[in-house]
């Protein structure tokens, strides 16, 4: 019986998900630049700016039916929409399958979404948007006594020093990555001193920076250093093994490919919540 009861919490639990989805996949086409419009307008095709039907805004459903092409210009819709919901879901199922309902499992549910908003963002615009990293630090903080805390402890003992070790892990978080940016800005200026064509990439961008508060404010301190750790080295085995696909496909690699470190930091902290390792 509790088995049964179990199996159906997951089963909604991923229903919500991909229903959050839904929103994820609004924000994504709503929020950044070019469009830059609220969350609550009517996502616009980008290519007639017609507003999206509520058919086309459900991506599952639209790509099911085939309907997955703009009602008036015909261009495609982006095969993400479905992808994202599909995530979301399976995510938030698999969360369920991990942890108790309760606040533990919702807060970490909420910033699993947050966090997939960033990456696909990211993704498509490189870019992580203020709009939605500071607002998400400071949820990050309100959300640390039940996020810091055991994952199945109950409501009445919550632990308020954890927003010292969230505040502080941001902290570390942003001063860490900051020095890293700044390095990178003066390696520019060395390297570019004797180049025709200027790189005007930095390794960790400004909203690198801005993401490892927020996701310090999640794993706390002293965790977010070993975050960090982990950012780097999985940027290092992602980054040879870009080397690796560019040269087996292309007999040559490019030497200023920009490293995706936001998805690293999104894997690594999502991974700490999750794991715990
Ligand atoms: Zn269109």
Not at 18 to 41: T, Y
Not at 124 to 142: D, R, Y
Not at 229 to 258: H, P
Request: contains cysteine; aromatic residues 12%; positive net charge.
């Amino acid at each position: 019986m509790t088995h049964n009861i179990a199996t159906l919490l997951i089963l909604i639990f991923s229903l919500v998900g991909i229903f959050v989805g839904v929103l994820l996949n609004r924000a994504a086409d709503n929020l950044p630049p070019p469009a830059r419009r609220s969350f609550l307008e009517t996502p616009r095709c980008p290519y007639c700016n017609s507003p999206r039907p509520p058919g086309e805004q459900f991506g599952i459903v639209s790509f099911a039916l085939r309907r997955d092409k703009c009602h008036q210009c015909s261009a495609p819709l982006k095969l993400r929409a479905p992808l994202v919901e599909l995530g979301t879901g399976a995510l938030f199922g698999f969360l369920a399958s991990r942890f108790e309902f309760g606040m533990y499992l919702l807060a970490l549910a909420f910033f699993t979404a947050i966090l997939i908003l960033i990456a696909v963002i990211d993704l498509e615009h490189k870019l992580i948007l203020n709009t939605v990293s500071l607002p998400a630090t400071i949820a990050a903080l309100i959300a640390s006594p039940v996020v810091l805390a055991s994952p199945n402890g109950a409501l009445n003992q919550l632990n308020w020093n954890l927003i010292i070790l969230s505040a502080l892990g941001a902290a570390v978080g942003y001063a860490i990555t900051f020095g890293i940016y700044w390095l990178g800005v003066l390696f520019l200026q060395i390297v570019n001193r004797n180049r025709a064509t200027k790189i005007d990439t930095v390794a960790f961008g400004m909203g690198d920076v801005k993401l490892a508060g927020l996701l310090g404010a999640l794993v706390g301190f002293p965790t977010i250093i070993s975050v960090l750790v982990w950012t780097i080295l999985l940027g290092g085995v992602g980054g040879a093994l870009i080397i690796v696909f560019q040269y087996v496909r292309r007999g040559s690699f490019a030497r200023d490919t920009v490293m995706p470190y936001a998805l690293y930091l999104i894997l690594a902290g999502w991974a700490y919540m999750v794991f715990r390792f």
